[in-house]
């Protein structure tokens, strides 16, 4: 099996994206089939929004799907993109509320799709530690593998923004 490691030593996902919970679900733009070769996500009409905080030219979605592109490094963000994730997990949260289908992605779909999800699921009551939980069983244990993210949970937004604020 030719499993291909990337950054971190973490292997690529083994599906295009998870469901994390009713509706929402998350991933990447690869994924590697069960013969352990690398494959290109291409996400059509599968979903009523699709949030990219990565994307690439011919990965969908189709024409008439709502898609919020937001790109952000998989690192320590700044004040506003710490902002913008907020305004994400709200986006994803309303549409679910809609009744709408909503995946959120990034390369692989591991941590700033992680990231999102996990802050819809702080946004829908849920605690920051069984929201990165439902995240790791969902789609991998390999997910929120950047600590940076998980600290920013559970610290909360809010406050990882304001301290991400005071840098100079």
């Known amino acids: 099996m030719k499993t291909r490691q990337r950054g971190r030593g973490v292997p690529e996902p083994d599906a295009p994206w998870s469901e994390i919970v009713p509706g929402l679900w998350m991933g990447g733009h690869q994924w590697t089939d069960p013969l352990g070769d690398s494959r290109p996500v291409v996400v059509g009409r599968e979903f009523g929004l ?8 011919g990965h969908g979605p189709d024409p008439g799907v709502e898609h919020v592109v937001a790109e952000m490094p998989d ?17 994803a949260d309303q549409a679910l509320r809609d009744g709408r289908g909503v995946l959120v992605r990034c390369r692989s ?9 996990a802050q819809t699921l ?22 929120l593998n950047n600590r940076v993210f998980e600290e920013y ?4 937004l809010e406050v990882a923004g304001l301290l991400a604020g005071l840098e100079v």
């Open 153 to 156: 949970l559970t610290t909360g």
């Open 50 to 57: 699709v949030i990219s905080l990565f994307a690439r030219p």
């Open 122 to 143: 702080v946004e829908r009551g849920e605690g920051a530690a069984t929201a990165v939980g439902m995240v790791r069983r969902g789609r991998s244990p390999w997910a």
């Open 75 to 91: 690192a320590p963000l700044s004040a506003e993109q710490i902002r913008t994730v907020q305004h994400l997990a709200r986006t």
């Open 109 to 117: 779909g591991y941590n700033r799709s992680g990231l999102v999800v």
